[in-house]
């Protein structure tokens, strides 16, 4: 029902900025409680890097902080993810995610994007 679709993503040199972009749609209405953003790098495992709820404000890895920045529109259910000062070791798909709460329906579910490929090399 609810589909996430994320931009953003490309080829840039150490030291230069990208900015991702997820937007989450449906047929029918929901809200998302938690929005954000995994990356799974080959042959590693998939790790957070940033999420962001109205509660809670923002989460990220430690090995991000300073560098990346996410930002949410809550009116228009997208979450963006500012990434500047990239290192090779950011390279890996990042995957948009959102906790979904249905309207209608009381049990809330993880939504997953199809990741978009960040590649930092020289």
């Known amino acids: 029902q609810v589909q996430l679709v994320e931009s953003g993503g490309g080829l840039v040199q150490p030291g230069g900025s990208l900015r991702l972009s997820c937007a989450a749609s449906g047929r029918s209405m929901f809200s998302i409680n938690t929005m954000g953003w995994y990356r799974q790098a080959p042959g590693k495992e998939r790790e957070l890097v940033a999420s962001r709820s109205s509660r809670l404000g923002a989460n990220y890895a430690d090995s991000v902080k300073g560098r990346f920045t996410i930002s949410r529109d809550y009116a228009k259910n997208t979450v963006d993810l500012q990434m500047n000062s990239l290192k090779p070791e950011d390279t890996a798909v990042y995957y948009c995610?959102?906790?979904?709460?249905?309207?209608?329906?009381?049990?809330?579910?993880?939504?997953w994007g199809q990741g978009t490929q960040v590649t930092v090399s020289s």
């Open positions: 995610y959102a906790d979904i709460r249905p309207f209608y329906s009381g049990s809330d579910y993880l939504k």
